[in-house]
């Protein structure tokens, strides 16, 4: 199945790309499209323990399910004023 991943700030910066599209597995997980980035992108990893995660922009975690044709959002902690 096709999911869409969305990359925000730092994480964007380091792909080189806001928007991926992935094939994963039938009994993906936002944490399997996690590590199949991680794999690929091995600077992402470091990010894992602080950033926010959301499907078809609900807030979720790891565990979630996705199906085909989601949208799994992965945004880091970011800083401002």
Do not use: K
């Not at 700030?9 to 928007?19: I, V």
């Not at 992935?22 to 091995?42: I, K």
């Amino acid at each position: 199945m096709r999911v869409t991943v969305r990359l925000f700030a730092r994480l964007r910066d380091l792909a080189g790309a806001g928007e991926l599209l992935r094939d994963v597995p039938d009994a993906a997980t936002v944490g399997t499209v996690w590590r199949s980035l991680t794999v690929e992108m091995p600077a992402l990893a470091a990010y894992e323990s602080t950033m926010s995660v959301a499907v078809n922009a609900e807030y979720a975690r790891m565990t979630a399910s996705v199906h085909d044709g989601d949208e799994v959002a992965f945004l880091p902690p970011v800083s401002g004023g």
